[in-house]
C-alpha cells in the first residue's frame, strides 16, 4: 500500500472511531446493542477482524505521522489485541458485557468519552502539519 493511502484509511478509522465515541456518549443503548451483537461467536471474529485490521493500518501509518512511535505502540496492542480476542470466548465476552452494562448509562458515556479521544488522537496523528 501506498503512504497516501495508508494514511487516508488512519484518518477514515480515526474519524469512525471518534463518530462512535460521539454516538455512544449520545445513546448508550446503542452502543450497547452493537456490543451484544459483538459478544456472540460470530462478532468475536468480526471484532478480531476489524482489530487487526485497524493495527496493521495504525503500524503502517506510523511513520509518516505526528506521532510515530505512540502510533506504532497503540497499532501494535490493537494488533494483538485482535489476534487474543478470539480466544476470549462469547461466554467470557457475555460476562464482561453484562458487567459493563450494569455499570449504568454514566459509565458507558465515560467510555465512549474515551473512544471519542482515542479517535481524535489518531486524526491529529496522522493529519500533516501545516506549513505556514
Do not use: C, H
Not at 460521539?22 to 476489524?50: E, F, H, K, N, Q
Not at 487487526?52 to 505526528?66: D, E, I, P, Q
Amino acid at each position: 500500500m501506498k503512504n497516501a493511502t495508508v494514511t487516508s484509511l488512519a484518518l477514515s478509522i480515526g474519524l469512525f472511531i471518534a463518530g462512535v465515541g460521539v454516538a455512544g456518549a449520545v445513546t448508550p443503548d446503542g452502543l450497547l446493542a452493537v456490543a451484544r451483537y459483538a459478544a456472540t461467536p460470530a462478532g468475536l471474529y468480526v471484532v478480531a477482524a476489524l482489530r487487526v485490521s485497524v493495527g496493521f493500518v495504525l503500524l503502517r501509518a506510523a511513520a509518516a505521522s505526528r506521532t510515530p512511535k505512540t502510533l506504532r505502540v497503540l497499532g501494535f496492542i490493537i494488533l494483538v489485541s485482535g489476534l487474543i480476542t478470539p480466544l476470549l470466548g462469547a461466554d467470557r465476552a457475555r460476562v464482561i458485557l453484562d458487567w459493563w452494562s450494569s455499570q449504568g448509562p454514566a459509565v458507558i458515556r465515560l467510555w465512549a468519552g474515551l473512544a471519542f479521544a482515542f479517535g481524535v488522537f489518531v486524526t491529529f496523528a496522522v493529519t500533516p502539519e501545516e506549513t505556514a
